[in-house]
């Protein structure tokens, strides 16, 4: 079974309010990643979390707080946004992170738009 | 120079054709290939990945590696209208553990 699931599937949140996205994948996947992806665009990277810690930040603004509460979980925490951060949301997972062989699954996305 | 590259399409060919989608890369040490399909407005799904010079096949799809030639294809066979989507190519490199993302063909097999 290679499911991630992600929520909600759709937020729209005005550029005060704090929302959360979260995600969960039950394969004991020790990686997970959250992506950004503009129409027409792929995905790109924003962080990465391995064995639960923090590997990556890929520069994304403060107003991004990622959390991983346990090896199953992940969330994105989103404060004070602006509408070009209006986007698919997407969160991955795979066995491992660094080496190669590990493939990414991907889950259904939230799409957010800012107002 | 993108670090990997993809034709954006669209590649139009017909119902029960083989569709041919490429892919160049620039890292020569990178390690890991991989295919995404994804539908309009869905999330992007894994559908082969190929690790050695030469071909992979599963079912209808075929992948075909070239490190030589730093080069990446995937076939599909026997096309239907539901192939219909953006197909993605990710490399992972020997000097990086992230995803390396083309920018996607648009694929559209017509009836």
């Known amino acids: 079974d290679t499911e991630v699931t992600q929520t909600p599937k759709h937020l729209v949140m005005g550029m005060t309010n704090k929302k959360s996205l979260k995600c969960e994948q039950h394969m004991g996947h020790r990686a997970m990643y959250w992506y950004k992806q503009k129409a027409k665009k792929p995905p790109e990277l924003m962080f990465v979390?391995?064995?639960?810690?923090?590997?990556i930040n890929e520069s994304v603004p403060s107003r991004f707080s990622p959390e991983c509460p346990n090896s199953s979980l992940l969330n994105l925490h989103l404060h004070a946004l602006q509408p070009e951060d209006s986007a698919l949301y997407l969160c991955a997972s795979s066995q491992d992170y660094q080496g190669a062989g590990y493939e990414q699954y991907f889950g259904p996305g939230t799409r957010l738009t800012v107002t | 120079q993108k670090e990997v590259e993809q034709n954006s399409g669209p590649l139009s060919v017909p119902e029960g054709a083989i569709a041919s989608l490429n892919c160049t890369y620039s890292d020569r040490v990178s390690q890991s290939f991989f295919w995404y399909r994804q539908y309009s407005g869905k999330s992007p799904e894994l559908i082969m990945s190929i690790y050695s010079n030469g071909d992979k096949e599963d079912g209808r799809f075929t992948a075909q590696l070239n490190k030589a030639s730093q080069y990446v294809s995937l076939l599909i066979r026997d096309s239907q209208p539901s192939d219909s989507a953006t197909y993605l190519c990710a490399v992972k490199g020997r000097n990086t553990d992230k995803l390396i993302f083309g920018t996607g063909t648009r694929l559209q097999v017509f009836p």
């Open positions: 979390y391995s064995y639960e810690k923090l590997s």
